[in-house]
């Protein structure tokens, strides 16, 4: 059962600031300020803005960490004050932390290089051996809070974030009580810029509007964004026991698979995918006619889109499942994107409305799906969140309500 949510994102900070910013519509992408982007060919991101670390971080912790750090255990507080849950209360190794990592401690490690190539090694920080290290989230959260339960991190790209959602569903049922999971990123350095670019997947679009549009007409490749959130996953039994005053809904089912090179098959490059899809779906012993809504990948490019599209189409058939991808609205997050799609899934269920496809202005006439193009009042029960990580990972997740009593 997920029993806490923590939002650190382009359009807010805090699950209830980023929903209703997400309800809006409000395209949080735009020029990059955090370093002078003039010399790049993609100017633009979807940055945090009015992020404090030291209102969500210990001061002792900030020499030794990077952004993307503070962004996680930020995320970590919130989902924790959100679930009422407070570890110290419970036995050390009765809570764990899973996260997914897919870039790591990129300003930490930009300003440690610099120093590198201009003042010589010695000016190197100690510090940079694990503030950029991919498990310095995890655990830096988990000494934060005094966690031994079994943790660890996910590293496959934009995929990561479900993936330790999945583990930590592994860890529950072997018989931890509650795990902290989800994912968060800070990849806006010029090093960290120069190796999404080197996808050949970026935009470059001048204006914001014009850039990250998930299954739209003029969709010409993604705007790499910063945040993500944290979820606890909890027992039901331990939930209940310590009296959880709320349940956003369980993981009932999850898959994953990876394309191996293979761009063949039935639905042109797309069938791994639908394969995780259907995995997931039987996972949860559902149909897919059980389910209420898609949160796509929606990578932003015509012909990714297209596959994603084909396997949505081959798992639902002729069913015009609606289809949605709010990320558009703050760019790609890595691990961090699945992440937040997962707890933003959960809200849709909450409040019973499906966000609509972000900075979608046209719709590719070849994609054929139902695309949220505005917010869409619905009894919203059971969901399946895609999420596709760079170099074929390929994971699906099925989140379904709790009726509680």
């Not at 120093?115 to 503030?131: D, E, H, K, P």
């Not at 090093?191 to 997947?201: D, F, I, M, Q, V």
Request: aromatic residues 8%; glycine residues 14%; proline residues 5%.
């Amino acid at each position: 059962m997920v029993t806490g949510l923590g939002v650190v994102a382009p359009s807010g900070i805090g699950v209830e600031e980023y929903w209703a910013s997400t309800l809006r519509g409000e395209l949080r992408v735009a020029p990059i300020t955090r370093f002078d982007p003039a010399r790049y060919d993609a100017t633009l991101a979807g940055e945090v803005v009015g992020f404090t670390p030291e209102e969500h971080v210990d001061k002792r912790y900030l020499v030794q960490t990077d952004r993307w750090t503070w962004f996680g255990m930020a995320a970590s507080r919130l989902a924790f004050a959100d679930a009422g849950y407070d570890p110290a209360a419970h036995d050390p190794y009765a809570t764990a932390v899973v996260f997914g990592s897919g870039s790591g401690g990129n300003d930490f490690g930009q300003r440690e290089l610099q120093r590198l190539w201009t003042r010589g090694r010695t000016a190197v920080s100690v510090y940079q051996s694990i503030a950029w290290f991919y498990a310095a989230t995890t655990g830096q959260t988990s000494i934060r809070h005094g966690l031994k339960g079994p943790s660890g991190v996910l590293v496959s790209d934009g995929a990561g974030g479900l993936d330790s959602l999945a583990q930590a569903r592994r860890a529950v049922r072997r018989g931890t009580s509650a795990v902290l999971a989800g994912a968060a990123e800070a990849g806006l350095t010029p090093y960290a810029l120069t190796c999404h670019l080197s996808s050949g997947r970026v935009s470059t679009a001048a204006s914001p509007a014009d850039g990250y549009k998930p299954f739209d007409a003029r969709a010409n490749g993604y705007l790499p964004g910063e945040g993500g959130a944290s979820l606890l996953v909890e027992d039901p039994a331990s939930a209940a026991a310590r009296g959880a005053s709320r349940i956003y809904g369980e993981i009932a089912g999850y898959a994953a698979t990876h394309d191996g090179g293979d761009d063949r098959g039935p639905v042109a490059g797309g069938r791994w995918l639908a394969t995780a899809m259907r995995r997931a779906l039987a996972d949860a012993d559902l149909r897919p006619d059980d389910i209420d809504v898609v949160f796509a990948d929606g990578a932003g490019s015509v012909d990714l889109d297209a596959r994603e599209a084909a396997a949505i189409r081959a798992v639902f058939g002729d069913r015009p499942v609606p289809v949605t991808a709010p990320q558009g609205l703050i760019g790609r997050l890595c691990a961090g994107g699945s992440a937040l799609a997962a707890a933003t899934a959960l809200l849709s269920i909450r409040d019973g409305v499906i966000p609509a496809v972000g900075n979608l202005d046209t719709p590719h006439p070849d994609h054929g799906l139902d695309l949220v193009r505005e917010p869409r009042q619905t009894r919203v029960r059971t969901v399946l969140v895609n999420a596709r990580g760079y170099g074929g990972f390929n994971s699906s997740l099925v989140l379904r309500a709790v009726e509680q009593g």
